[in-house]
């Protein structure tokens, strides 16, 4: 797992690429919002294939205190997740083209050319049982 410190509503982008190299992740807060971003490095263009909203700064409480933001990959590079503080907030399946939040959001309208998932992001507990946190 890659960790890093750092203060919601600072700008920041944390990436992290697949244990196999096909695919990456990144965290990113704009000062305004936090998103957590899947990439599909095998594609030439528009290698960003989803994006989950986090968090909007204003609305986190504890926002003057650092907090401690992790990527994990699953051991075959197919899954990863965001961590927060420990918790987790999303996860990105790449073998599902699916990606999953607590905030359930943003829910676009399919692309067919696209494979994605992107119109439910809704979080089950399942989606992370291959962390082995419970």
């Not at 960003?48 to 205190?65: E, F, G, P």
Request: net charge negative; proline share 4%; aromatic share 12%.
């Amino acid at each position: 797992m890659h960790e890093e410190t750092f203060l919601v509503g600072t700008p920041t982008i944390i990436p992290i690429d697949s244990p196999d190299g096909r695919h990456s992740a990144f965290f990113e807060d704009d000062g305004e919002v936090g998103y957590f971003h899947a990439m599909d490095l095998s594609r030439s263009k528009d290698r960003v294939v989803d994006a989950l909203h986090i968090y909007n700064v204003a609305s986190v409480v504890d926002r003057d205190r650092p907090s401690q933001v992790g990527i994990v990959w699953s051991e075959d590079g197919s899954k990863c997740a965001l961590l927060i503080n420990s918790y987790p907030h999303a996860v990105f399946d790449f073998s599902a083209n699916r990606g999953y939040c607590r905030m359930n959001f943003p829910n676009l309208e399919e692309s067919a050319d696209d494979g994605w998932r992107k119109s439910d992001h809704s979080w089950s507990d399942e989606v992370v049982c291959w962390l082995g946190l419970t």
